[in-house]
């Protein structure tokens, strides 16, 4: 079903309101209109954040938050078409890659709710201490208040639902900034939230630009946890405007996967391009660096370039596209640049190498010189760069020399070397026979060093999106 051109309000104490300036949302392919949202203010945020305070203090039992991150996810999956033509249009992904995204952000919200029944305490033996035997008590974890959502382009569902969910679950209201790209289907789940019965100010939905109200969010006092995704330089910003209040970044990545000589090659060479290009390579858990052992460099390559030879590149609403636009024409201009600059200093190109307006062909690079920023920095594009290695060692080495550390993998047949990279490849998750590109929405999930901290996953989310209480009673 296609998604109708709507000209959206902000979501502020459960009421829409217009504003006098307007952001338009447009395709990047072809620049079709695809909705107008209201470009926010300071006062439309100060306004946000008052209506989720208001909100946080009223009553909002477990029993009811589950029953509306049930409703939601149920809502969600009627309009699972609309919601992926909106995603298709708004955004930078295939027809056939946002289809996974309504599903995905209603199964977020059904863990959500399984979530809001478990958030307990636990009793405290406090006749450890001497002169304490007197004592009982416990604690219980509470809602922070008010949590403040900003969102980035690449999963505009799932990556909100992964914050909204478990704020809800804990009994928090939140204010939720979508990325200016992709405002719309955010929009359309607030309103799904609405018509589940969602208690007014418990979700808030400014949109604008970042640069404007974005400091307005983040250094306001009454927000108590700022749950951004994002790029580093955005989340440097955010840690300094902040203040004393949480943080949980979800920042960027520059992602190795380690080819053995005794992996299942076909299995890695379908999961490595898949991983490498999936969302025009936008995405943090992205296969950026490719290391393949000495013995196999050579075929392992061949098998590579042939099957991204094959992928096609193109418009988003094309079913037989593979690798679709990128989210402006801008970004695909400096992975360009990128690339020529690799180029430049003495890489080649295996295959790909050319950009039509936003749409980079999906490529592949050897010889990428040490220091280069395909090497050391996050792409975020369609590129992935070969690099050959002796033995294992040499290539843990040298997948830890960046300052990113979110997901790593391995492909191999050896519970030894699979053991090795698992203790030594310091990152937030290692994946073993599978691309860096795999995520279970429960686990915890987030990176060491620049690529964030804390980490989501809906428990885990939930555990940061709560303060414990103790109660100590002196009987
Ligand atoms: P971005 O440029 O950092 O923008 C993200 C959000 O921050 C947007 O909503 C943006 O608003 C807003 N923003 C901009 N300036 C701000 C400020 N001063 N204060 C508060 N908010 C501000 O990132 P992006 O280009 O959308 O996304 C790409 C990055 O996200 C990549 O680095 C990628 O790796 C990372 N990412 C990480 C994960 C993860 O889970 N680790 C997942 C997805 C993406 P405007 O849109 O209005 O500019």
């Known amino acids: 079903m296609m998604a109708a051109v709507r000209n959206w309000g902000i979501l502020v104490g459960g009421e829409w309101h217009d504003g006098p300036d307007r952001i338009e949302v447009r395709n990047a392919f072809d620049n079709e209109r695809v909705g107008t949202v209201v470009r926010g203010t300071e006062e439309m945020v100060f306004a946000a954040i ?11 039992p477990a029993h009811e938050r589950y029953d509306v991150l049930m409703d939601v996810a149920a809502l969600i999956d009627a309009a699972a078409d609309e919601y992926a033509d909106t995603i298709a249009r708004e955004g930078s992904k295939t027809i056939s890659e946002a289809r996974h995204e309504p599903p995905r952000a209603a199964t977020i919200f059904r863990l959500a709710a399984d979530e809001s029944r478990r958030i307990a305490g636990e009793t405290l033996p406090f006749d450890i201490r001497p002169g304490s ?9 509470r809602p922070v208040g008010v949590v403040a959502a900003i969102m980035p382009f ?23 900034k979508p ?9 359309r789940m607030a309103e799904d939230f609405m018509t589940a019965g ?5 979700l808030n939905v400014v949109t604008g630009h970042g640069s404007e109200i974005g400091d307005a969010i983040v250094r306001d006092p009454r927000v108590r946890l700022v749950a951004f995704t994002g790029g580093v330089a955005t989340g440097r910003q955010i840690t300094k405007t902040a203040g004393i209040k949480k943080l949980l970044l979800e920042l960027g990545a520059n992602s190795p996967v380690i080819v053995m000589p005794d992996a299942d090659l076909e299995n890695a060479c379908s999961a490595i391009i898949a991983g490498a290009f999936a969302q025009a390579g936008q995405n943090c858990l992205g296969v950026q660096r490719i290391f393949i052992h000495k013995e196999i460099y050579t075929s392992f390559s061949n098998m590579l ?3 991204t030879g094959r992928l096609k590149a193109g418009h988003s609403m094309d079913e037989s596209v593979d690798v679709c636009q990128m989210i402006r024409l801008r970004d695909a201009e400096r992975v360009d640049a990128w690339v020529n600059e690799a180029v430049a200093e003495g890489a080649s190109i295996l295959t790909g190498g050319s950009r039509e307006g936003a749409v980079y062909e999906p490529t592949l690079l050897e010889n990428v010189p040490s220091g280069a920023k395909l090497e050391c920095d996050e792409i975020y594009g369609p590129v992935s760069s070969l690099f050959e290695f002796e033995d294992l060692f040499d290539a843990v080495d040298r997948a830890n020399a960046v300052d990113f550390g979110l997901h790593a ?14 203790e030594n490849l310091n990152v937030g998750a290692v994946i073993v026979n599978d691309s860096t590109d795999y995520r279970l929405d429960s686990m915890p999930f987030g990176g060491f060093r620049s690529s964030g901290v804390g980490r989501e996953g809906i428990r885990f989310a939930v555990e940061a999106m709560t303060e414990t209480r103790v109660a100590c009673f002196n009987l």
């Open 50 to 60: 008052s209506a989720a305070e208001t909100a946080s203090l009223q009553a909002f």
């Open 133 to 141: 035997e007197n004592r009982k008590g416990y604690y219980t974890r």
């Open 154 to 176: 690449n999963d505009p569902m799932a990556v909100t639902a992964h914050k909204i969910g478990p704020a809800i679950a804990a009994g928090n209201s939140v204010v939720v």
């Open 179 to 187: 990325d200016s790209s992709t405002p719309l289907s955010i929009l």
């Open 198 to 202: 969602l208690p007014p100010g418990r």
């Open 305 to 307: 370039v042939e099957a």
């Open 409 to 422: 993998a391995i492909f191999t047949e050896s519970l030894r070397d699979a053991f090795y990279a698992v």
